[in-house]
């Protein structure tokens, strides 16, 4: 029995040029992120988007066609904002820059990571939803994997190490452990996202300390 995902079409079918059709587009993807607050992914619909919106289901149709690929375009525009905020970080980076400053700089940018998370209407479902709904997962994971290209690029070039798998794997593993405590940060009342915030980048600095100082340490 085959267990490949029935392929869903995630792209727009246009992209807003004009001033009118990008307010309608803008209002379609405001709309959603409204409805998934209110009633959640599973109830989400073009019928319920569109009357959000007011507009009419066939003008939802010629940008979108169909929810999953409403929800894609959302996922995608946070994950750009997101990732600006790891770009802001790296451009900061120069010459001067040392491991030290880097490991310092760690709860700023998951703090930064997480207010636009916040500022963002239903920032939290919409996150929940690039993890939790199959056809929308590889938008998630593509952001991850650029970020982590990105930021194991900049630390080659600071240690003047040899870009590897094996850096690449433990940017990795940072990466998405930062998004996973903005996750609980974000989903959990329960706890402090400040103290949440503050220890996952103590944790992610024991644990890069280990990899970047060993690199720039000389061997005995």
Not at 11 to 28: F, H, M, S, V, W
């Amino acid at each position: 029995m085959s267990t490949a995902r029935p392929h869903v079409e995630l792209l727009e079918k246009n992209k807003p040029r004009q001033a009118r059709a990008k307010r309608t587009y803008d209002g379609i993807l405001n709309a959603a992120a409204e409805l998934l607050v209110e009633v959640g992914v599973e109830r989400i619909s073009t019928n319920l988007i569109a009357e959000r919106a007011g507009i009419t289901v066939p003008a939802l149709y010629r940008y979108f066609p169909n929810k999953y690929s409403v929800l894609n375009a959302l996922g995608a525009s946070l994950m750009d904002r997101q990732n600006e905020v790891f770009q802001l970080w790296l451009d900061d980076t120069d010459e001067s820059t040392t491991v030290e400053s880097v490991l310092d700089d760690l709860y700023r940018v998951l703090k930064e990571t997480y207010d636009v998370t916040l500022n963002q209407v239903g920032g939290a479902q919409i996150m929940q939803c690039l993890r939790a709904v199959g056809p929308l997962q590889e938008v998630r994971l593509e952001s991850h994997r650029i970020v982590s290209a990105e930021v194991a690029a900049a630390i080659s070039a600071l240690l003047n190490r040899p870009m590897d798998m094996v850096l690449g794997l433990q940017v990795r593993l940072a990466i998405d452990i930062g998004y996973s405590a903005i996750e609980m940060a974000l989903e959990d009342e329960s706890l402090s996202p400040e103290n949440i915030l503050r220890q996952c980048a103590l944790m992610l600095r024991l644990y890069l300390q280990e990899i970047l100082v060993d690199s720039v340490t000389p061997k005995p």
